[in-house]
């Protein structure tokens, strides 16, 4: 778990998961692209009170996005508009415990 963002609207969670392989195989020895790679994000909406967490296609969608607005210098405000697009997705409450 590795906090990436954390704004007074927002906070972005990485998550990387270890997946154990399979045995080894002639399939994945030659092929390595096909082993199992977990991970994803969580967005919590501070105003909202909700969270999402994204994997797989999106969440690679996101990451993609981020570093290409990374690369422009973009200020708080700018990060905060790209991440309310994932984040209007989140329907599970934030629920102290």
Known sequence: ????YNSSSFVVVQFE???DEPRPGELLKANPELQLHRGGFEI???FARKEIFIEGALAQQFQDGV???IEQDPSEED???FIEHYARMGHQP???H
């Open 17 to 19: 998961v270890q997946v």
């Open 79 to 81: 990060l905060d508009d």
């Open 44 to 46: 919590v909406d501070k």
């Open 67 to 69: 570093e290409a607005l």
């Open 94 to 96: 934030v629920v102290m």
């Open 1 to 4: 778990m590795h906090m990436l």
